[in-house]
């Protein structure tokens, strides 16, 4: 997500934060200080939109009276933070499986090597480190 929002220059008003201006605008303020305040705040609702639009429904009251993305971006990170030790299992239980994981009889190699690439997707999500060698290995071996 944050890629996406990165891609359309929507980072900012998360990383940096966005506070809306107090009140009506001074009068003495310059053209560009009026446009630029007026394009951050665009930025910011742009961002928030788009938070309020890949949201599932369960999770979208927890975030509609967010009125900064970086509020709605706050809500997902405790909502989906995962304690280290929940990383740790989870970690040891995709290990298991990509040990254990072989091709069926029935199974094409397009099949396998995307079931493969998931839980290898999967543990680097968690932080495991892996190498092109180790996954070519682990098909070569794997292969009926």
């Known amino acids: 997500m944050m890629i996406y929002l990165k891609a359309y220059d929507l980072w900012d008003p998360i990383s ?19 446009k630029k305040i007026k394009e951050e705040a665009t930025k910011n609702f ?3 939109s788009l938070l309020h639009s890949v949201v599932t429904e369960s999770i979208f009251p927890k975030v509609v009276g967010a009125s900064t993305a970086k509020e709605a971006w ?15 299992i ?17 199974e094409s190699v ?7 690439m998931e839980i290898v997707n999967q543990m680097k999500i968690y932080g495991e480190k892996f190498t092109d060698e ?5 098909v070569l071996i794997s292969l009926t």
């Open 134 to 138: 180790v996954d070519v290995e682990k």
């Open 90 to 106: 989870r970690l040891l239980h995709l290990r298991s499986e990509f040990a254990n994981l072989s091709m069926k009889a029935f």
């Open 46 to 48: 742009k961002a928030l």
């Open 110 to 116: 397009k099949d396998f090597v995307s079931r493969l």
């Open 74 to 88: 706050n809500t997902f990170k405790e909502e989906f933070q995962v304690s280290e030790r929940t990383r740790v």
């Open 16 to 34: 940096k934060g966005y506070s809306p201006p107090e009140g009506e605008l001074p009068d003495d303020m310059s053209v560009h200080q009026v």
